[in-house]
């Protein structure tokens, strides 16, 4: 990997930025294909019960993995800073506690589902014929839970070194394995919800051992070795301070969704079936803008560790740009091909009609969302993590409940639900932008 690396901090920013994102791109949209694989193949070979058990267990997983991924970011922007002040020393020091911290996270999440997964599915109303499948279910893919933090870890550094590609071929691997191994445990195995979330854990095994085999394999200094696993009390606690607040950030998002949720099912069973069918959009522009604030995250630490102010800076703008750009752009092109889209999960013009209610408030919106999270990614970059996540959780999670409870309740329309994101999004926007310019201003760089 070592001739893979970049040096983020000389050079167009424009130019290395889109070069660099574009796997992350890539990456993303294929975990969505494949997560769609999945319920893909359980709702065509196993029924509808099956479909339900799975499909009930979303928030949960999501919150949890959501948790992970913020703790990755935590690495990411660590290793960045070390990296690209050429301070080998805490590079290193970085690397081999962020290994130790996330298997210790992995094992937390894992430990935590296994136990209270049934308990969390009930005060989640999982209707009752659902429920055991889907507590079989949660409790096997549970237990794939400290690969995944070992995978995201990995990406973590790969990123921060400027490697984007080697994250993306191994998840294509792990993804095509797991929808090979998806069709003969249910089809052949007739393993029914356990072929899948088996299938899922044996694919993230995979994913999370060729990554770090490609840590063990790194030229220089910085490969991943047994010998230099170290605890750091110092870098666990950077890494904790800037990775806790990101994952709880990422679950309490989760919470705040579920009384939009309830909004929804307000309404006939045909608008929360198009509300479910559009929401498959949320994924694809998200996770596609998402690489562009990981991308933010690694250039503005190797810069920020350079000691190049006026690059730190730009590399936030940029960021900004390329992540507006795709949201404003992809959301238009649902707004436009909406009825196509929606048309590869339903047949019944009513719930397309009900589908387009969403995407056409909703297209004109996700632009919008990058103005909030690409300033949150850079305050983080500057090792600053609580307070936009203190920001961001007033702004967006608690404000969407109080709309949810008085101008949704007031006027118990589908549109003034669906509102809420782009004002959401903007009230914490303005919040968020004025922190970082507050901190950038009073971060020493350079």
Not at 48 to 67: C, E, M, P, R
Not at 183 to 207: E, H
Not at 335 to 342: A, D, K, N, T
Not at 399 to 427: C, D, E, H, Q
């Given at each position: 990997?070592?001739?893979?690396r970049?040096?983020?901090?000389?050079?167009?920013?424009?130019?290395?930025?889109?070069?660099?994102s574009?796997?992350?791109?890539?990456?993303?949209?294929?975990?969505?294909?494949?997560?769609?694989?999945?319920?893909?193949?359980?709702?065509?070979?196993a029924?509808?019960?099956?479909?339900?058990a799975?499909?009930?267990?979303?928030?949960?997983?999501?919150?949890?993995?959501?948790?992970?991924?913020?703790?990755?970011?935590?690495?990411?922007?660590?290793?960045?800073?070390?990296?690209?002040?050429?301070?080998k020393?805490?590079?290193?020091?970085?690397?081999h506690?962020?290994?130790?911290?996330?298997?210790?996270?992995?094992?937390?999440v894992?430990?935590?589902?296994?136990?209270?997964?049934?308990?969390?599915?009930?005060?989640?109303?999982?209707?009752?014929e659902?429920?055991?499948?889907?507590?079989?279910?949660?409790?096997?893919?549970?237990?794939?839970?400290p690969?995944?933090?070992?995978?995201?870890?990995?990406?973590?550094?790969?990123?921060?070194?400027?490697?984007?590609?080697?994250?993306?071929y191994?998840?294509?691997?792990?993804?095509?394995?797991?929808?090979?191994?998806?069709?003969?445990?249910?089809?052949v195995?007739k393993m029914?919800?356990?072929?899948?979330?088996?299938?899922?854990?044996?694919?993230?095994y995979?994913?999370?051992?060729?990554?770090?085999?490609?840590?063990?394999?790194?030229g220089?200094?910085?490969?991943?070795?047994?010998?230099?696993?170290?605890?750091?009390?110092?870098?666990?606690?950077?890494?904790?301070?800037?990775?806790?607040?990101?994952?709880?950030?990422?679950?309490?998002f989760?919470?705040?969704n579920?009384?939009i949720?309830?909004?929804?099912?307000t309404?006939?069973?045909?608008?929360?079936?198009?509300?479910?069918a559009?929401?498959?959009?949320?994924?694809?522009?998200?996770?596609?803008?998402?690489a562009?604030?990981?991308?933010?995250g690694?250039?503005?630490?190797?810069n920020?560790?350079?000691?190049?102010?006026?690059?730190?800076?730009?590399?936030?703008?940029?960021?900004?740009?390329?992540?507006?750009?795709?949201?404003?752009?992809?959301?238009?092109?649902?707004?436009?091909?909406?009825?196509?889209?929606?048309?590869?999960?339903?047949?019944?013009?009513?719930?397309?009609?009900?589908?387009?209610?969403?995407?056409?408030i909703?297209?004109?919106?996700?632009?919008?969302?990058?103005?909030?999270?690409?300033?949150?990614?850079?305050?983080?970059?500057?090792?600053?993590s609580?307070?936009?996540?203190?920001?961001?959780?007033?702004g967006s999670c608690?404000f969407?409940?109080?709309?949810?409870?008085?101008v949704?309740?007031?006027f118990k329309?589908?549109?003034?639900?669906?509102?809420?994101?782009?004002?959401?999004?903007g009230?914490?926007?303005?919040?968020?932008?004025?922190?970082w310019?507050?901190?950038?201003?009073?971060?020493?760089?350079?």
């Amino acid at each position: 990997m070592k001739e893979d690396r970049q040096d983020l901090t000389t050079g167009s920013i424009w130019g290395k930025m889109l070069f660099f994102s574009i796997p992350l791109v890539l990456t993303n949209f294929l975990q969505v294909l494949f997560n769609m694989a999945d319920i893909a193949v359980i709702g065509q070979f196993a029924g509808s019960l099956s479909l339900g058990a799975v499909g009930s267990t979303t928030t949960l997983v999501t919150l949890f993995t959501g948790f992970l991924i913020g703790m990755g970011g935590g690495t990411n922007v660590l290793v960045a800073r070390f990296f690209g002040a050429k301070d080998k020393e805490s590079t290193i020091k970085t690397i081999h506690t962020a290994l130790l911290v996330s298997m210790a996270a992995g094992m937390i999440v894992l430990i935590f589902g296994l136990l209270f997964s049934k308990g969390i599915l009930e005060l989640l109303n999982t209707k009752e014929e659902l429920l055991d499948g889907a507590v079989l279910y949660i409790r096997i893919y549970f237990l794939g839970m400290p690969a995944m933090a070992l995978y995201n870890f990995g990406n973590a550094v790969c990123s921060a070194f400027g490697d984007t590609k080697k994250p993306l071929y191994y998840l294509g691997a792990a993804g095509i394995v797991n929808i090979v191994l998806n069709l003969f445990f249910v089809i052949v195995c007739k393993m029914d919800v356990a072929g899948v979330a088996a299938a899922s854990i044996i694919s993230q095994y995979l994913s999370a051992f060729l990554i770090l085999r490609a840590l063990v394999k790194v030229g220089g200094d910085y490969a991943l070795r047994l010998s230099k696993l170290r605890f750091d009390k110092r870098m666990a606690g950077y890494l904790i301070q800037i990775g806790l607040p990101a994952g709880l950030q990422n679950g309490i998002f989760q919470v705040a969704n579920l009384f939009i949720q309830a909004g929804v099912n307000t309404f006939d069973a045909i608008m929360v079936a198009g509300n479910s069918a559009a929401a498959n959009a949320d994924a694809l522009l998200y996770d596609s803008m998402a690489a562009f604030y990981t991308a933010c995250g690694s250039f503005m630490g190797q810069n920020y560790g350079a000691g190049k102010r006026k690059r730190v800076r730009n590399s936030y703008l940029v960021s900004l740009a390329y992540s507006f750009g795709i949201g404003t752009i992809g959301g238009i092109a649902l707004v436009i091909f909406g009825r196509q889209f929606l048309g590869l999960f339903t047949n019944d013009p009513a719930v397309v009609d009900a589908g387009m209610k969403r995407l056409t408030i909703m297209g004109f919106s996700y632009g919008f969302s990058a103005f909030m999270d690409s300033a949150i990614a850079a305050s983080r970059a500057l090792g600053k993590s609580v307070i936009p996540t203190v920001i961001v959780i007033i702004g967006s999670c608690i404000f969407r409940m109080v709309w949810v409870n008085t101008v949704f309740a007031y006027f118990k329309t589908i549109p003034s639900l669906y509102l809420l994101y782009i004002f959401s999004w903007g009230i914490t926007a303005v919040v968020e932008i004025i922190y970082w310019v507050h901190v950038y201003r009073n971060t020493k760089i350079g």
